[in-house]
Every structure is written in structure tokens, then in C-alpha cells.
């Protein structure tokens, strides 16, 4: 199953190519390591190494989904930087939520999509923007297709992703993800072709929506009981997704100056703060009584809700006003999304 | 099991590109949507949710099979219908399968390949055929190597396709798959070579002639006992699937004004005919009496394969003459296999 | 786990596009029928069919590094003769080691890397080399890019590979394996970086040290017992492998005559020699006493390893020298790397 968890990280992001797919590559092995190691210095107790490989990979999920909001404006050193300072922050913030908050580990690495998004945002918005007419930042036929494969590599294995470190309920997390992704998949294509004109499809809407269900469901996938729960979670998700990317690339990022050019704020963010909301809702309406412990347990889920998205973004923030001093040699906004600025493209070499 | 089961759905047909892709997904998540839903309104019993999927999943392979014929030719609104149209009457015939025969319902499912492939051509039929001089309808070399790459992915996750509603024999019908795979994989480049002048390799035949072993073996997979049983019915898939394409294409397409632009017919029809014939004969070896109880069973069988072809031929040329009405907007044969027509191509635009 | 033992085999060496993809195609199904001919010829002892079928396809590696060797440079009927001799060379040599040596037939199978690494060279230096100018040789930043798809592939599913034929410490070789991948991936963004001038990286190194840590933890991947252990290997493996693109693509290969366009020799050569060397010293530390039983073992595992590299590399020196006699119709220099050479491009004709 782990093998299978990283399937998906490698094939994502293909779309800037050399530079996505390699530095892609790097942030995954350098975050599980990095997991790894902090595990071997505080003596966390785990019952075996698969496990905490499985957790460091769910973990690693936040690096990615940050890197994907300053993708191609970041050198490899910066990216290096955040990605340890990520998955030290990350760190930090499920053992607060653990230790203070009595939330489980294993609910708690859920928050990585959620601390991923709002870490990532709060780092961009601390880089300068790219001309709006740059040419570079343009996709192409074949880089859509090519990042709709990566899509669909993880609709397939998302059912397996949000269900790997679910010790019961196994079957159920599956089915209630799939349903979701389905949900949200047939969703995408309708709002797709009524909010374009003409009624064309637009394949950014249909990637993120058709991912949104997956992430939106994360929290709740072993705990809802009805498919036709998991049918309508996906729906609002979709919804969601494509009027947030409307709403967001026309009003916010322009106003907080964030360009968030993978469309990680809608594909991630906003289905995350969905899928809490809905944890909520259905952890009440499964209780449904009126005990003062109801109230302390959904209390304590806010808080960590809370606590996870503050610190995401403060030190999100506070870790791109570090990464974009000179010090790093940050790539001038002309270089953006240039690949040639870190790979040597050896045409004419005798190599591998 | 499930998921992988995805993988290949969705990596298929990648030729067409985006449409070809994008629809492929909204026809399998509507499809096994459609087939949840109609167990559901008829409380069929199942074990479990996720044998409900696994199934959903292996008869929504009919209806992408069908897309293939049409491909290109259809707008989304009319392959919509045709998939909800195909669920309910490939659904409908295996329950007539199940109800008056007796055929055992992890049985009829196989049928899939034969009805997709049928029920496709019977609808194609009623589409008008594009101008033979199209250079739409043409393959380039990168389109072929994405299809090459589809085909590999169907390949490696055939073995568990054919493995995935069976009990027991698990194991068996893995090997069995596999090594029908391979004997059809060595012919189909054997063939290729002798078929064409200059001893050269046509990709259309490998691809085909490869995957056709696979569909072949459907019907026999966990009964076959010995591996040279299957490496001659690979053998055999892979020589009617060249002499197919090549009859196919010069006569039969013609006379009867089917237009076939993907092969289903010579791919996944021939194949299924061939896997239903030999699996008769198998029987027969198998338990070799001659007692009226086997000749009932065979015709059992016989009656089985010919109800599902005649309900394939006949409700498809119904829903094929409803969808080419001016009702459903079809496209005009200038627009044939034309990407923009259902697609924005935002070169220029930001956006995931 | 067989079936995705294949997903690596046919998605790697897509850089040569349609003959390499092909072809890769043709010798896997080709070894592993081979292979299984020769378990039926000899009757050979075995649990099951799915464990011959598995101790197949790691055999099989070894003519799929073989055949990387001698790429673009032979045409199918040299390829179909390669993979039938070294199949029974391979299959004889893991014969007399297991019958003389006493070593089991599933350590012994572990030098399928090596063997097929120095028998692809062997045989490729009897080819004449291409005209250094030749542009057909060379890379483009598509098939670049492709090339890295398969490398992801090769690197997701080689800790599975690594743990096919353990039946205990299953759960320990995919760690160590995963550990050691992610450890030369590390070292080889940072070697490269530091040896290409400006820094930047280049494709090659990356690809190729990235996997060396998986050929070179193959001997090892159920007996390390430390995860730091399985890093220090990776690390190793990662210097090995881009010193040794340098050395040898600059002083080795013009000495011998070896044209190496795949980088076998550095990718899985060198990795799997240090791996057997890495073993060696971990027997020895781990039974750390001086009797003449672990002299005995370290001897007898030595023997084994120089048999089969001296076995590989006269083998592939006669089998090269037939392959190049003017009988097979050797490809002439200028028609290397020419995929026209051997694929119809039916780029206007209607097919599947």
C-alpha cells in the first residue's frame, strides 16, 4: 500500500516538466527522510517501520501540495529549506494537537492537505508575482494531457491514499472516497460546461474538481455510513472547487497578491476546510444528544481545526519573508518557470 | 483489486487526447454510478459493497468499449444517454440470462467485451462515416506512443482484471491471462511482420492483436488447466485479430457502413467470439459424456452468448437511430474527432 | 505482485520511443515463456505457478538491461536470438552455482542485474559504434521526459521487485530498499549539481544514480538490519554510479569499444558489483567470528559472483560476434536509432 501511496506523488505536477517532476522527486525522498529522522530523535513509539513510513508519506503530502504554489518560482535550495522547515512545523503542530488536544495521530496527519494549502499560500505570498502576459507560465495541449494523467493517477489511488492508515473500517473508506471522486468527477463536468461559454469543458476545472471529493472526503471517509452521503460531500466539493476558482483568481489573489498558479487553494484548500466542516456536522448528527461531551469533543475538533490552519499560515508566512530574502538567490521574475535555469538539456550528449 | 481495476479504464483510448480521456473518466464514474444505483432500486443481493463495485466496474468495461467505436463522432450529451441506455440493457440481459438460464450472474458479467463490442458497432452504423481524407481521424507518432502506453497499462493489469470476480482459482486465472497474453503479444509481432510488406511492424496490430488474448481468455480463465491450453487460445486471438483488421476494414466495414475507428471489432468482438467457441469446446473435453445434462449445458451456454449478442445488436442500432436524431445537436462530419469543439484551449490562461 | 513486477519492465526505455517500447514488450513475454519452458524441459522443482512466473520476470531483468545495451543498434530477429541464448546462459549459470556452490536458487537469482549488465556489454562491443555526430542518438526533452515517466515507475514498484522472492523479512527489504532509493536519490541531485558547471542538474545523473541504490541493495535487502545501514548503501551507490558516468563515458568505453547509450554499465553494472561487495562485508560483521565456516561462505559467495560475471561477460563476447555476422543482417551505422527502420507509419491510415 505504501508503495502504491507514491505512485501518485511522482506523477503529479507534471506539467513544468523537468523541473516539477525532478524536484518533485527530491521533495518526497528529502520529506520522508526528514519525517524519519525526527521520529528517530524524539523516540516517538510506533508498532513497526511500514507504518511510520506510511505516516511520514501522508505527511509528505503537505510539502508537495506547498511546493505546488511556488512551483517555478523557487530555486532547489529554497525548496529544500521549506520542505524541512515544513515537515518540522507540521511536526510540531500534530504533537501540540495531540499532546494539548487529545487528537489522535492518525486523525491528525490528516490535516496535511489543510496545512499544505495554507502554508503554501502564505509562502507565495511573500514572491513576487509573474507578469500576467508571461508566456512561460502558459500551458500547452501536451502539458495538459500530461497533467490530466497525473490526475487520474491519483483519482485512482486517492481511494487507497485516504484508507492507508485506517486500521479498521478499511473496505468502507474505500468505497465512501470512491464514491466521492465519483460524485465529484460527474459534478465537475456539468458546472464545467455551464459556468464556460459555449458550454466547452475546461480541463482545470475538471482536475481540481475531480480531485476535491478525494481531499474533502479525507476526514470523514471511515466514518460515514450511507454511499449517498459520501455522493453529496463530492457534489458540494466540486461545487465548491469551481466557483473558488472563479472567486479566487478574480477577487483574492489579486487583493492578498498571492499567485497560486497550480490552483492549489481551491484543489486543496477550500474542499479541505469542507471536509472538517462536514466531520463536524456528521460527528453530531451521529451523537445527537445534547451532553455537555458532545459539545467538548466538537470543541476540541475546532481547535485543532483552528490551531492547525493558524499555524500553517503564520509560519507559512514568517518562512517565505525568510525564503525570499537575497540571501537564497531567488530567481528573478523574468526566470520563472524556466526550466533551462536548472537543467542542462544535453541534445546532443551520449548519456542514459 | 477495485482500484487497479481503474488504472486501465481511464489510461485507455488515450488517442484522442483530451476528449478522449476526459470522457473516458465521466463515462466510468457515470457508469458505475448508473449500475449502484439500479442495484439499489431492485435490492440485489450482494455481499458486500465492495463485490458491488468490483462488478459495476467489469460491466462498465462494455460501455467504454462501445465509446471506442463512436469516438469522436458523439458530443458528451449523447454519450451520456448512451451510457445510462447501455447499463440498463446490458443489466437487463444478464438478469434475463440469470433468470431463464440459469447462467450464474459472475458469469454473464464476462459477456461485457462481447456486448460493449456489438452494441457499439450497431450504433456506429447509424453515424455518418467520416471523409476517408480526414487528417483527423489520422494517428500521429505521439499519439501512437500515448495509445502504446495504454495498451501496456491494460496488458499489466489484464491478469487482475480476469481474476477479479473469481473466488477460487484466484491463482489460475491469473497465470492463465497472463500466459494467453503473452502467446497473443509474440504472434501479434510475428504476424505484423509477415502481414505487411517490407517485414515491417504495424502498431495497430500490436496493440490489438496483444489485448486480444486477454478478452479471449474472459470466458476461460480459471477452467483452463494446462498453460499450453492457453498459449494456443493467445495464438488464436492474436491470428483472428490481424486477419480481422485486415478483412474488416477492406469488406465488411464497407458493406455494412460501419465506421470502426478504434478496432473494437477486430479487438474485443472476433476475441469474444473466439473465448465463448472455446469455451464450449472445453467444456465438451472436459466432461466428455455424452449425456443429455451436458448437451442441455452447452446449449445453455450457446442460448446465453446468442440472447447477449442480439440484445448488443438490436438495442444498439435502436439507441444508435434515437441518437443520431437532429435532437441530440450531432456533430457535423466536418467536426469529426475535433478536440476544440468541446474543449477551451486556455494556452494563456492561469490556471491549475 | 507479479503483475506489477511487469508495470516497470514495459515502461522502461520508452526514450527510444515505439521500437524501444515494442520490442521491451516482445523479450519480457518472450523471457518469461522461455524461461518457462526450460522449468518444464528440466522439470525443475517448484512450489506454484505464480512463483516460476515471478523468479521469471527477475530473470527476465537481466535481458531487459541487456537489450538496453545494444538499443537502436540490432534489429528483432538479433533481439529474439539474445533473449533465448541469455535466458539459458543466465539459466545455467544460476544452475552451476546452485548445484556446485550450493547457493539457493533465490540469492542466486539476484544476479540477474550483473549478469545482464556485463553481458550487454560484452555483446555491444562487437557492434561497431555509432558516428559520434549522429543526431538520431541523441535526447530531446519530450523523450527526456518520458524516459524520467519510467524511471518514476522503475523507482515506485522496485521495492516490491526487491521483496518478490523473499518469503520472510518481507516487511524488512521494502523498507531497506525504500530507504536506499531515497538516500542515492538525495546524493545524486547534489553530486549533480556539483559536478555539471553552473550547478544545474543534468537528467542522466538523476535517472541513473537514482535507481542505483535499488540494483545495489538487491543482495542486501532482507538482511540489513539498520535503516542507516541501507542510507550509507544508497549513498555509495549514488557516487558510484555519477563518478562512474564520468570515468567511463571519458576512458573506458573508447578503450574498449563499448558504446554504452543507455548507461548500463554505470546504471546497473557498477551498483550491483558494489552491492555483492557490501554484502560480503556485512556477512562478515554480522558473524563476526574467524572460523573457517565464514571463510568458507565468504569464498563460496565470491566464486559465485565471479562465475557469473565471467560467465556473462564470454557468453556475450561469442553471442555479440555471432550476432555480428553479416548472416543476421546487422543494421548499418547510419541507420542506428532509426525507428522508421522497423515500424510503418500509417500517420494517415484508419486503424485501431
Known amino acids: 500500500m505504501v508503495i502504491f501511496g507514491f505512485g501518485f506523488f511522482l506523477a503529479f505536477l507534471k506539467r513544468y516538466e523537468f523541473s516539477s517532476t ?23 513509539p510506533y508498532k513497526n517501520v511500514l507504518d511510520r513510513v506510511a ?18 518560482k523557487t530555486n532547489p535550495v529554497q525548496l529544500i529549506l521549506m520542505t524541512v522547515v515544513e515537515m518540522i512545523v507540521f511536526r510540531t503542530s500534530r504533537w501540540i494537537n495531540s499532546t494539548f ?3 489522535p495521530g492518525k486523525i491528525s496527519v490528516m490535516h496535511a492537505p489543510l496545512f499544505g494549502a495554507y502554508f503554501g499560500l502564505a509562502i507565495s505570498s511573500r514572491f513576487s508575482e509573474p507578469s500576467p502576459r508571461s508566456e512561460k507560465n502558459a500551458s500547452t495541449p501536451k502539458s ?23 486500521a479498521n473500517h478499511n473496505e468502507r473508506a474505500i468505497c465512501n472516497t470512491y464514491f466521492t471522486l465519483a460524485a465529484s468527477t460527474v459534478t465537475a463536468f456539468a458546472l464545467s460546461a455551464l459556468t464556460t461559454k459555449d458550454g466547452r469543458f475546461r480541463m482545470t476545472h475538471i482536475r481540481s474538481a475531480a480531485l476535491a471529493g478525494g481531499v474533502a472526503v ?3 471517509a471511515q466514518s460515514i455510513k450511507y454511499p449517498w452521503i459520501a455522493m ?40 479541505s476546510v469542507l471536509g472538517a466542516f462536514v466531520q463536524e456536522v456528521l460527528f453530531i448528527v451521529n451523537n445527537g444528544t445534547n451532553s455537555p461531551r ?15 490552519i493558524s499555524v500553517a499560515l503564520i509560519v507559512g508566512f514568517i518562512t517565505g519573508s525568510i525564503l525570499s530574502l537575497k540571501l537564497f538567490k531567488t530567481i528573478p521574475v523574468s526566470k520563472y518557470f524556466d526550466d533551462q535555469f536548472y537543467w542542462e538539456f544535453p541534445h546532443l550528449a551520449v548519456g542514459f
Open 232 to 271: 453529496i460531500l463530492g457534489q458540494l466539493a466540486s461545487v465548491i472547487t469551481v466557483l473558488g476558482s472563479y472567486c479566487l483568481q478574480r477577487c483574492l489573489n489579486p487583493a492578498f497578491k498571492i499567485h497560486d498558479a497550480s490552483g492549489v487553494h481551491f484543489t486543496f484548500g477550500l474542499p
Open 294 to 308: 458532545l459539545v467538548y469533543a466538537v470543541v476540541v475538533h475546532i481547535a485543532a481545526f483552528c490551531l492547525t
Open 55 to 72: 505516516e511520514a508519506t501522508v505527511s509528505v503530502t503537505a510539502v508537495v501540495i506547498s511546493a505546488g504554489t511556488v512551483l517555478g
Open 144 to 166: 495538459d494531457l500530461l497533467s490530466m494523467l497525473g490526475t487520474l493517477f491519483l483519482w485512482v489511488f486517492w481511494p487507497s491514499f485516504n484508507s492507508i492508515l485506517v
Open 22 to 44: 525532478g524536484f518533485n522527486l527530491l521533495i518526497v525522498v528529502l520529506g520522508v527522510q526528514c519525517s524519519m529522522l525526527i521520529d528517530l530523535i524524539f523516540h516517538l
Open 101 to 103: 488536544l487529545q487528537v
Open 218 to 220: 479525507a476526514y470523514t
